[in-house]
């Protein structure tokens, strides 16, 4: 198990309370290998609660999640590093440790591999932060300090790849290059799964969209499935259009249709 190279990640049933209020219910789906999913939805939604249950930071109250068919709530915590690697949606540096040393800390589940060197610089070189390698990550600016956080991520061997929010504090260049990244991964046999509130980068990028509205899943499937203006407007209570051309999508929100709750 510990050496898998592709997985099957599998959400069945989940629960999750936070504080007073219930913020996952009965949530099933899968991701698969080859498989680049979008999970996206309005503020609140459970985005970053689902993230968090699938890698593991999170417990949920009931059900449970699957990796190869094996509940991951009862695997080693080591193991589980080792199975899928997590980004979450912030994270605010307290040490002043080098990008490069940031980075590294991303193979800490493999112990000391003799091309550490190596994959560092192949992160730092993914996420263009090379120049960062030997900055103080508490010195760099926001989408400066994300491209480091990302380079940590796709560091290691994990053949799950969860990340919230990736692309949020990057500029339009470095967007386009993380997402190409991510499908890259993906095609290559990773299970990549992203929180996302760029729809046109998840219609364009992803394979499949999970749409969550309320701690549920409202929809699931393909982005012309999923995308479309009935489930949108349900969501997130705007009209849309969404134009495509030459296989990329982008994303016009048109206007309000009901008052904005968050
Ligand atoms: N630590 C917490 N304690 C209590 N409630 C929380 C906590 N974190 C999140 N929540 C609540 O859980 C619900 C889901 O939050 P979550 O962060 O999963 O949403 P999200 O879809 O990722 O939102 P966003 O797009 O704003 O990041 C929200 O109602 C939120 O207020």
Redesign the pocket.
């Known amino acids: 198990m510990a050496s898998e190279k592709t997985i099957e990640a599998a959400c069945v049933a989940l629960e999750?309370q936070?504080?007073?209020?219930s913020?996952?219910q009965g949530i099933h789906c899968a991701f698969k290998p080859f498989e680049l999913t979008a999970?996206v939805?309005?503020?609140?939604?459970?985005?970053?609660?689902?993230?968090?249950c699938l890698s593991g930071v999170l417990s949920p109250d009931a059900g449970h999640v699957e990796l190869n068919g094996l509940d991951a709530g009862q695997l080693p915590a080591s193991q589980r590093a080792r199975l899928g690697a997590f980004l979450p949606?912030s994270e605010t540096p307290t040490w002043s440790l080098s990008a490069a040393d940031m980075v590294a800390l991303g193979l800490l589940p493999w112990g000391r591999l003799p091309d550490r060197e190596q994959r560092v610089q192949q992160a730092l070189l993914l996420v263009d932060a090379q120049e960062f390698a030997q900055r103080p990550v508490t010195q760099l600016s926001g989408g400066e300090l994300r491209r480091v956080q990302l380079a940590r991520l796709l560091v290691g061997r994990a053949p799950l790849l969860i990340a919230?929010?990736p692309t949020a504090a990057l500029d339009i260049r470095h967007q386009l290059q993380l997402m190409q990244n991510f499908r890259s991964l993906a095609d290559s046999g990773k299970t990549v799964v992203l929180?996302l509130?760029d729809l046109s980068l998840a219609a364009r990028f992803c394979d499949r969209i999970l749409l969550?509205l309320d701690?549920e899943l409202l929809a699931q499937g393909t982005p012309q499935q999923v995308l479309t203006p009935t489930l949108i407007g349900e969501a997130y209570g705007v009209s849309c259009e969404f134009r495509w051309r030459d296989g990329i999508a982008d994303f016009v929100p048109l206007d309000l249709l009901r008052k904005s709750s968050?």
């Open positions: 999750l936070r504080g007073r209020k913020v996952l999970v939805g309005p503020n609140g939604a459970g985005k970053s609660s689902l993230l968090q949606q919230d929010e929180a509130h969550m701690g968050g």
